[in-house]
Protein backbone atom coordinates (compact mmCIF):
# COMPACT_ATOMS: atom_id res chain seq x y z
CA UNK A 1 0.00 0.00 0.00
CA UNK A 2 1.56 3.31 -1.07
CA UNK A 3 1.32 6.50 1.20
CA UNK A 4 -1.36 8.18 -0.94
CA UNK A 5 -3.56 5.03 -0.50
CA UNK A 6 -2.92 4.83 3.50
CA UNK A 7 -3.71 8.52 3.47
CA UNK A 8 -7.00 8.15 1.73
CA UNK A 9 -7.83 4.98 4.05
CA UNK A 10 -7.18 7.11 7.21
CA UNK A 11 -9.00 9.89 5.71
CA UNK A 12 -12.02 7.95 5.03
CA UNK A 13 -11.86 6.37 8.79
CA UNK A 14 -11.48 9.57 10.08
CA UNK A 15 -14.71 10.83 8.10
CA UNK A 16 -16.75 7.77 9.32
CA UNK A 17 -15.87 8.23 12.82
CA UNK A 18 -16.59 11.85 12.41
CA UNK A 19 -20.12 11.20 11.05
CA UNK A 20 -21.10 8.51 14.08
CA UNK A 21 -20.09 11.40 16.96
CA UNK A 22 -21.78 14.11 15.39
CA UNK A 23 -24.89 11.16 14.76
CA UNK A 24 -24.53 10.34 18.72
CA UNK A 25 -24.06 14.59 19.62
CA UNK A 26 -27.24 15.23 17.41
CA UNK A 27 -29.15 12.44 19.03
CA UNK A 28 -28.22 13.45 22.59
CA UNK A 29 -29.49 17.20 21.51
CA UNK A 30 -32.44 15.62 20.80
CA UNK A 31 -32.63 14.19 23.99
CA UNK A 32 -32.27 17.35 25.89
CA UNK A 33 -34.90 19.52 24.40
CA UNK A 34 -37.41 17.17 24.67
CA UNK A 35 -36.45 16.64 28.26
CA UNK A 36 -35.89 20.48 28.42
CA UNK A 37 -39.40 21.22 26.87
CA UNK A 38 -41.03 18.64 29.06
CA UNK A 39 -39.74 20.33 32.14
CA UNK A 40 -40.97 23.84 31.27
CA UNK A 41 -44.26 22.52 30.45
CA UNK A 42 -44.30 20.58 33.62
CA UNK A 43 -43.02 24.04 35.44
CA UNK A 44 -45.96 25.73 33.73
CA UNK A 45 -48.66 23.75 34.85
CA UNK A 46 -47.16 22.92 37.90
CA UNK A 47 -47.07 26.51 38.51
CA UNK A 48 -50.61 27.38 37.91
CA UNK A 49 -52.11 23.97 39.89
CA UNK A 50 -50.11 25.43 42.79
CA UNK A 51 -51.11 28.82 42.42
CA UNK A 52 -54.72 28.00 42.17
CA UNK A 53 -54.40 25.61 45.14
CA UNK A 54 -53.25 27.83 47.47
CA UNK A 55 -55.40 30.79 46.79
CA UNK A 56 -58.90 29.90 48.27
CA UNK A 57 -60.48 32.54 46.40
CA UNK A 58 -59.79 32.11 43.07
CA UNK A 59 -60.18 28.50 43.57
CA UNK A 60 -63.51 29.82 43.95
CA UNK A 61 -63.67 31.62 41.08
CA UNK A 62 -62.54 29.26 39.09
CA UNK A 63 -64.92 26.16 40.26
CA UNK A 64 -67.79 28.58 40.15
CA UNK A 65 -67.19 29.48 36.74
CA UNK A 66 -66.89 26.12 35.52
CA UNK A 67 -69.69 25.10 36.52
CA UNK A 68 -72.12 28.18 35.72
CA UNK A 69 -70.14 31.06 33.93
CA UNK A 70 -72.69 33.50 33.76
CA UNK A 71 -73.44 33.04 37.77
CA UNK A 72 -69.90 35.39 38.34
CA UNK A 73 -69.51 39.08 38.76
CA UNK A 74 -68.26 40.99 35.95
CA UNK A 75 -64.89 41.27 37.52
CA UNK A 76 -65.09 37.12 38.19
CA UNK A 77 -65.82 36.60 34.71
CA UNK A 78 -62.80 38.62 33.63
CA UNK A 79 -60.34 37.02 36.16
CA UNK A 80 -61.86 33.19 35.03
CA UNK A 81 -61.56 34.41 31.28
CA UNK A 82 -57.58 35.69 32.52
CA UNK A 83 -56.44 32.33 34.22
CA UNK A 84 -58.41 30.33 31.12
CA UNK A 85 -56.27 32.14 28.74
CA UNK A 86 -53.13 31.73 30.57
CA UNK A 87 -54.12 27.34 30.49
CA UNK A 88 -54.78 27.97 26.23
CA UNK A 89 -51.46 29.47 25.67
CA UNK A 90 -49.88 26.30 27.55
CA UNK A 91 -51.90 24.03 25.56
CA UNK A 92 -51.01 26.02 22.93
CA UNK A 93 -47.78 25.84 23.38
CA UNK A 94 -47.53 22.09 24.20
CA UNK A 95 -49.44 21.69 20.71
CA UNK A 96 -46.95 23.55 19.01
CA UNK A 97 -44.15 21.53 20.61
CA UNK A 98 -45.97 17.93 20.14
CA UNK A 99 -46.40 19.02 16.19
CA UNK A 100 -43.09 19.87 15.60
CA UNK A 101 -41.66 17.19 17.38
CA UNK A 102 -40.01 17.65 20.66
CA UNK A 103 -43.34 16.47 23.08
CA UNK A 104 -43.55 12.75 22.75
CA UNK A 105 -47.27 11.60 21.96
CA UNK A 106 -48.10 10.22 25.35
CA UNK A 107 -47.15 13.84 27.22
CA UNK A 108 -49.34 14.90 24.44
CA UNK A 109 -52.28 12.69 25.12
CA UNK A 110 -51.64 13.46 29.11
CA UNK A 111 -52.05 17.53 27.96
CA UNK A 112 -54.99 16.47 26.01
CA UNK A 113 -56.82 15.07 29.15
CA UNK A 114 -56.23 18.07 30.94
CA UNK A 115 -57.47 20.03 28.51
CA UNK A 116 -60.61 17.93 27.96
CA UNK A 117 -61.01 18.16 31.53
CA UNK A 118 -60.91 22.20 31.62
CA UNK A 119 -63.44 22.77 28.32
CA UNK A 120 -66.21 20.68 28.86
CA UNK A 121 -67.39 21.84 32.05
CA UNK A 122 -71.05 23.14 31.84
CA UNK A 123 -69.61 26.79 32.80
CA UNK A 124 -66.33 26.62 29.71
CA UNK A 125 -68.42 24.20 26.70
CA UNK A 126 -72.34 25.11 27.23
CA UNK A 127 -71.94 29.02 27.22
CA UNK A 128 -69.62 28.71 24.52
CA UNK A 129 -66.46 30.23 25.92
CA UNK A 130 -63.93 28.07 24.28
Request: charged letters at 15%; proline letters at 1%; one cysteine or more.
Amino acid sequence: MTLAELTQLLGGIGVIASMIYIGIQIRSNARAVRAATYQQISVISLQGWHSLGHHGETTGIMLRGMDDFFCLSRVEKARFRFIMMGYVKGFENAWFQFNIGTLREGDWKAMTADMHSFFSTPGTHRHGLW
